[in-house]
């Protein structure tokens, strides 16, 4: 057995054995303290960086949800403002059915069509106020909303929600003022207030189908969201038994 006075081998040899395990109690202390099995890149480089993108993704997930989150309150705003203008046109439809009794004096004709000419104007006054975000809902001003429900540029990743026009012009449920204060006029609005019902009735479909379909692809975004969360949390995140048994 050879014998050396200059290089102390098993000194050196210690020292590396102290040096390997203070490098890895240190690694294991910042991710006690950290909660991160990764905290940079030298740690694990891919792993940071798959984590990371999962990460991103997660989060714009969690952007898609408050998107359909928004085009679900859009759809209620626009079915209970919807609902309002049916009770209206139900209670029009009573005041033509009404007024069209050939028995009726032009006074209390009059009175049919006096609240008869109010109601159009309130349901125009519903249609131009019913809003979302500054977006006018019903007035014909959009014919829909374009919602971002993923994390991708692609059109399965959007949305388009319809919307519908509900004043009482033309291009809405058509009806006119002061068409009480003939029994022929009464007819008339009758049938235009049915075709008015029949034009609501098929927003509200449009609204409630609408409102499914957004919602089915939320329950999907947070399917999505917690599939994500998970696998960023396998990369990422510190086994805390591990670590608690190599630092001790």
């Known amino acids: 057995m050879s014998v ?9 040899i210690a020292q590396k054995n102290l040096a390997t395990a203070n490098a890895q109690l240190r690694v294991s202390v910042a991710r006690l303290s950290s ?7 030298a740690d694990d480089a891919a792993g ?3 984590a990371d993108q999962l990460r991103s993704q997660s989060r714009m997930i969690q952007v898609a ?10 759809m209620e705003i626009s079915d209970k403002a919807s609902e309002q203008i049916t009770n209206i046109l139900t209670r029009m439809g009573e005041l033509a059915a009404s007024a069209a009794q050939g028995t009726l004096d032009a006074t209390t004709r009059g009175y049919y069509n006096d609240e008869y000419n109010k109601l159009v104007s309130e349901i125009d006054r519903i249609a131009n106020t019913t809003e979302f975000g500054g977006k006018k809902l019903l007035d014909g001003t959009l014919n829909s909303l374009t ?11 959007q949305l388009s929600v319809s919307l519908a026009t509900l004043t009482s012009g033309t291009n809405g449920v058509d009806l006119t003022a002061g068409v009480l204060t003939s029994v022929t006029g009464a007819l008339s609005a009758m049938d235009s207030v049915s075709a008015a019902l029949k034009t609501v009735n098929d927003a ?6 609408t409102t499914n379909r957004l919602n ?5 975004l947070q399917v999505s969201f917690t599939n994500f969360q998970a696998a960023e949390s396998r990369i ?13």
């Not at 919602?147 to 990743?157: A, P």
């Open 236 to 248: 990422r995140d510190a086994d805390f038994a591990y670590e608690t048994a190599v630092f001790t």
């Open 4 to 12: 050396v006075i200059n290089t102390n081998i098993a000194s050196l």
């Open 48 to 50: 940071l960086a798959r």
């Open 35 to 41: 909660g991160y099995r990764v905290n940079s890149s």
């Open 147 to 157: 919602l971002y429900i993923g994390f991708k540029s692609s059109s399965n990743d």
């Open 204 to 209: 509200r479909a449009v609204f409630g189908a």
């Open 65 to 74: 949800m408050r998107n359909v989150n928004d085009g679900v309150s859009a």
């Open 216 to 220: 089915a692809a939320l329950a999907n």
